[in-house]
């Protein structure tokens, strides 16, 4: 919806439940041409505390209700047993950042924030950034504060109503020509079930 209102061509990548490795290993695969030509680039930031792997299998693990006769889901909770630490995963997540900042920026480069994690280290990022994270938005939409309902919601694109989406689109759109700096979506616009 927002490459249309912009006129420009679409390049998306977009993995369920995956961290942001997977989309670090897809911008290295833009050819130079289409990369030089791109002007505007959205980053959604995901849940800093997820695992950092390709495989999309895994990425679909609930971890909240582990299957223990399941290999995979056996695997997840080792990992979140012995190896998963906080620490690392916030300095690898601002890592990230200053690379964006180095290499990954276009002449408009916009950050939505997927969870509220990466808010607290978004002053990192230069360009335009888009607050509150939209986790809160699609729980506000739904009218729940339980997060795990996002496992199964297999019914709205991209965790929001049609409606919603086009909303989001148009708020971000008005941000595009914008200087650089935080910008709130004006709540007021969306079709929330839950208080505002």
């Known amino acids: 919806m927002l490459a ?3 006129n420009l061509n679409l390049i998306c990548n977009g993995a369920s439940g995956q961290h942001w490795w997977a989309t670090r290993n897809f ?3 833009i050819n130079q041409e289409q990369w030089n030509a791109t002007q505007v680039i959205v980053f959604v930031h995901t849940f800093v505390n997820r695992i950092p792997n390709l495989d999309p299998k895994l990425a679909q693990v609930n971890f909240s209700k582990l299957n223990p006769d399941k290999e995979i889901d056996s695997a997840v909770g080792l990992y979140y047993k012995y190896i998963h630490d906080d ?5 690898a997540q601002q ?10 920026t276009r002449p408009v480069t ?8 990466s808010l607290n280290f978004c002053d990192q990022l230069t360009g335009k ?4 994270d939209l986790t809160s938005l699609s729980l506000l939409e739904a ?5 795990w309902i996002l496992q199964a919601d297999y019914n709205r694109v991209n965790h929001f109503t049609e409606d919603n989406n086009q909303i989001l689109a148009e708020q971000i759109y008005n941000i595009v020509e914008q200087a650089d700096g935080k910008y709130q979506f004006d709540l007021t616009k969306f079709n929330f079930k839950g208080a505002i």
């Open 143 to 147: 009218g729940t504060k339980d997060i």
């Open 129 to 132: 950034h888009m607050v509150p």
């Open 95 to 104: 890592a990230w950042f200053a690379e964006i900042n180095q290499q990954w």
């Open 4 to 6: 249309q209102r912009l």
């Open 87 to 91: 620490e690392f995963l916030t300095w």
């Open 27 to 29: 911008l290295k695969t």
């Open 110 to 117: 916009i950050h939505l924030h997927g969870f509220d994690q």
